[in-house]
């Protein structure tokens, strides 16, 4: 997610863009402003990258006012649920910046075109303005053109299939080594973990997410490493989030997490999901060895 210094430079850039949009107060009572709503956000999804809707902020000037309606994260994405095809997820924070209330909904589209999925039309009357009316219809593109939120033409479907079949080149391969000492009836094991971009782009916003299957515990995460199992139900879980971009052909030190397994375990099991803006998500298993080699896996 986006941090707060970021959000303060979106604010105070003023600017709005193809990945940016301002919004004083988000209102989602009706079916008509659930509809505004889900335009909005495959407006910005199009843009084939992350982009940020920020509410409590006035739009055109981006001076921060603050929203009056708070949300949560479960009840935006509910409303997009079975409205948008390919499936669309978006993170969502209230946070204080500059001493006002700003609300900030992170969409990554990873996957574009986003199309309206709905039955047939979706709308009513707008909270805002009971006489006015507004609808969505199945099979419809939205775009974002500069700071305006429209039906796409031609000219924005090609750049959307270039968008999906350009940028999505980067190519990440993880790898590791391990060390290994016992540690009463357990083992204690250090995991280097190493990441290599073999696709033909920079990968950007990197970032991996592992959960381990039969760790016992996490004795320590270096560097950028976060144990974050507290979020997954305490089942051993670690993540990081890369600020450096990673350029092919190198192997980039990622530092790693140390771990305790039982003294019969051959073998780390784990589910691995890692990706970055330039690259469609990959989430699998990942093996690692438990044998003093220092080699690569």
Avoid at 17 to 30: A, I, M, V
Avoid at 41 to 53: D, E, M, P, Y
């Amino acid at each position: 997610m986006i941090s707060v210094s970021k959000i303060k430079q979106l604010i105070e850039k003023a600017e709005e863009g193809p990945t940016l949009d301002y919004k004083e107060d988000l209102l989602l009572e009706t079916d008509g402003d659930k509809a505004q709503f889900i335009k909005d956000v495959l407006s910005l999804s199009n843009s084939g990258g992350t982009a940020h809707l920020l509410i409590g902020v006035e739009d055109g000037t981006g001076k921060p006012v603050g929203f009056k309606t708070p949300h949560k994260v479960e009840q935006l994405n509910q409303i997009l649920k079975d409205k948008c095809d390919p499936p669309l997820r978006l993170e969502y924070r209230e946070i204080k910046v500059m001493g006002y209330k700003i609300g900030v909904i992170e969409i990554n589209g990873e996957d574009p075109p986003y199309i309206v999925s709905v039955s047939d039309r979706f709308g009513s009357h707008l909270s805002a303005n009971p006489q006015k009316e507004f609808y969505i219809e199945r099979g419809t593109v939205f775009v974002r053109n500069h700071n305006m939120n429209e039906g796409a033409k031609r000219a924005d479907l090609d750049r959307l299939h270039k968008v999906q079949y350009v940028t999505l080149q980067a190519d990440l391969q993880l790898s590791h080594e391990v060390s290994i000492k016992p540690s009463d009836n357990l083992k204690e094991v250090d995991i280097k973990f190493f990441l290599t971009n073999v696709g033909e782009v920079i990968a950007a916003n990197t970032y991996v997410w592992m959960q381990f299957k039969n760790v016992r515990e996490i004795v320590q995460c270096k560097g950028m490493w976060r144990n974050i199992s507290k979020l997954n139900e305490n089942i051993p879980t670690v993540q990081i989030v890369l600020q450096v971009p990673l350029v092919r052909p190198i192997r980039n030190d990622c530092e790693g997490v140390a771990v305790k397994v039982d003294s019969d375990v051959e073998q780390i099991e784990s589910r691995v999901i890692m990706g970055s803006t330039n690259m469609r998500s990959k989430d699998g298993t990942y093996a690692i060895p438990l044998k003093e080699t220092n080699e690569s896996k």
